[in-house]
């Protein structure tokens, strides 16, 4: 690893392990190890391009604690989403896929890191992390748990009975249908979720779509009327049916309460 690292470098993480640093600026090193602004910024740049910093934003990079075995290193997700929304203001709540592992829906372990937030759209890399965000408006952030962090800032998660609601609400995104009516019917016979946490949800972050599939599934699950009456409060005025499975054609029985086109196994 020695030979892999330049004097200049050796000297920069000399010093931001002394100063303690956990990221840098642009023009944080300039007047310390008496560099140019031109020296400064392809400095960085090496360091990150070689895998020993992480670029964050434009003029902002996270720096190890110590330099691992191999000169590799890469942020946990709580602290590349902190450190991202810090710079842009803004709050942010892992979601999706990564939600759908956790909570032990779905087996599989994304790739890829989905996020919620008020801030940033598209897809972008921090160290070795791939992260998607999405952003959405204030009003869609909230219903969230924290879970642990190795390096500091916690992981903010959409709660489990949120991500129900979202693997409905986003299918599209997330492929959630028909697999979310499973995993409710299973939350809810195991009583990880209420049928009153789903309703109080799906009333404040979902669409009338959603409220149309979450209603005739908690019908079908047997849920008292008076939730039921909550979700066909906020449905009152219906246009055409929506299909129970998004994705096969629009053909079946309608329910006529609920505006639900049952056109798969339900």
């Known amino acids: 690893m020695a030979e892999q690292i330049g ?20 023009g944080d090193l300039r007047k310390p190890l008496r560099l140019s602004a031109d020296q400064e910024r392809k400095l960085l740049s090496r360091l990150a391009q ?18 691992p075995l191999g000169g590799k290193w890469s942020p946990d997700i709580g602290l590349a989403l902190a450190t991202l929304m810090e710079a842009h203001d803004g709050r942010y709540q892992v ?3 990564n939600a759908f592992n956790r909570y032990g829906f779905d087996e599989q372990i994304p790739n890829r890191v989905y996020a919620y ?18 952003k959405v408006a204030d009003s869609r952030l909230g219903a969230t748990e924290v879970a642990r962090s ?9 709660s489990r009975a949120r991500t129900l609601i ?8 997330f492929d959630g249908l028909p697999r979310a009516y499973g995993w409710i019917r299973r939350e809810l016979s195991n009583q ?75």
Not at 50 to 67: D, E, H, Q
Not at 117 to 134: F, K, P, Q, V
Not at 208 to 218: C, P
Not at 231 to 237: F, G, K, M, R
Request: charged share 25%; hydrophobic share 40%; glycine share 8%.
């Open 117 to 134: 937030n008020n801030r940033l759209s598209g897809d972008r890399r921090i160290g070795a992390l791939e992260l998607t965000l999405i």
């Open 192 to 266: 990880r979720v209420t049928a009153s946490q789903l309703v109080s949800l799906t009333l404040e972050f979902a669409d009338r779509g959603t409220i149309r599939r979450i209603g005739a599934l908690l019908e079908r699950e047997g849920v008292s009327e008076r939730l039921l009456r909550k979700l066909e409060q906020a449905i009152s005025t219906t246009t055409g049916p929506v299909p129970w499975i998004p994705r096969l054609p629009k053909r079946g029985v309608v329910d006529h309460r609920w505006g639900v086109v049952w056109n798969g196994e339900a």
């Open 150 to 158: 190795t390096e500091g800032p916690p992981v903010i998660y959409c």
């Open 50 to 67: 070689s895998g020993m910093i992480a670029r964050v934003w434009r003029g902002l990079y996270l720096v190890p604690p110590t330099l």
């Open 95 to 97: 979601c999706g896929p």
């Open 7 to 26: 004097q200049l470098e050796a000297q920069f993480l000399a010093y931001a392990q002394m100063r303690r640093w956990t990221k840098v600026r642009t």
């Open 166 to 173: 979202d693997a409905v609400y986003d299918w599209s995104r």
